[in-house]
């Protein structure tokens, strides 16, 4: 597996190598969220659903003829929802400060494909059972670790199309996962795709 120091490197030398003709655009950026926990649904769940929500947040990007170096800031809804014999209708909301490094390459002249780590802070939590919320943010585990890729389209020089997927690497769960009697080891981690619109202009 590479690790992350591997990775900046790789970043670094490329930066080097391409920093003569370098471009640097700031912007913005949001739209539909959908995300799963893939792991934590176990025995008696008959109907899992994509817990739907919303990011926003800023992007800054470094670009270098064909290679591009981009970091977010962006606020993000994750989470799940399902029917199971045991919850009833039960969904999990949780909300990330979501921070991601991508290596990008431009294979097309406005078509830009990247992906990298993605680091996410757990802001909050809330579980909705029946009708019934409460607060969950002290089941799960402060921050998240994540793989992400995303395909952004500028449709002209600022306004642009992104579409994101990320799989989540840590656990999103700090507490066993009980049926009846018995606990559970939670193995849930957080995964699930963006889709929205960006704006970006570029300073000199």
């Known amino acids: 597996?590479?690790?992350?120091?591997?990775?900046?490197?790789?970043?670094?030398?490329?930066?080097?190598?391409?920093?003569?003709?370098?471009?640097?655009?700031?912007?913005?950026?949001?739209?539909?969220?959908?995300?799963?926990?893939?792991?934590?649904?176990?025995?008696?769940?008959?109907?899992?659903?994509?817990?739907?929500?919303?990011?926003?947040?800023?992007?800054?990007?470094?670009?270098?003829?064909?290679?591009?170096?981009?970091?977010?800031?962006?606020?993000?809804?994750?989470?799940?929802?399902?029917?199971?014999?045991?919850?009833?209708?039960?969904?999990?909301?949780?909300?990330?400060?979501?921070?991601?490094?991508?290596?990008?390459y431009r294979i097309a002249p406005r078509l830009t494909v990247m992906a990298g780590p993605e680091l996410g802070l757990l802001l909050a939590a809330k579980v909705t059972k029946d009708d019934i919320k409460w607060d969950g943010k002290a089941d799960c585990h402060p921050f998240n670790v994540a793989v992400a890729a995303q395909l952004n389209y500028m449709v002209n020089d600022h306004f642009g199309v992104d579409i994101k997927g990320y799989y989540g690497l840590s656990r999103t769960f700090c507490v066993p996962y009980i049926i009846g009697n018995t606990s559970y080891e939670d193995k849930g981690h957080n995964a699930g795709f963006q889709i929205g619109f960006c704006y970006k202009f570029q300073l000199d």
């Not at 120091?5 to 700031?26: D, P, R, S, T, V």
């Open 1 to 104: 597996m590479i690790k992350a120091k591997h990775f900046i490197l790789a970043a670094a030398m490329m930066l080097f190598c391409n920093g003569a003709h370098a471009q640097f655009e700031l912007g913005f950026k949001g739209g539909f969220a959908a995300g799963w926990i893939p792991g934590t649904q176990l025995i008696g769940y008959e109907k899992v659903m994509p817990h739907n929500g919303f990011y926003a947040g800023a992007v800054a990007d470094y670009l270098f003829d064909n290679i591009t170096l981009q970091t977010e800031l962006t606020y993000a809804a994750k989470g799940h929802s399902d029917r199971s014999q045991q919850d009833g209708k039960y969904s999990r909301d949780l909300r990330y400060l979501q921070l991601p490094l991508y290596i990008g």
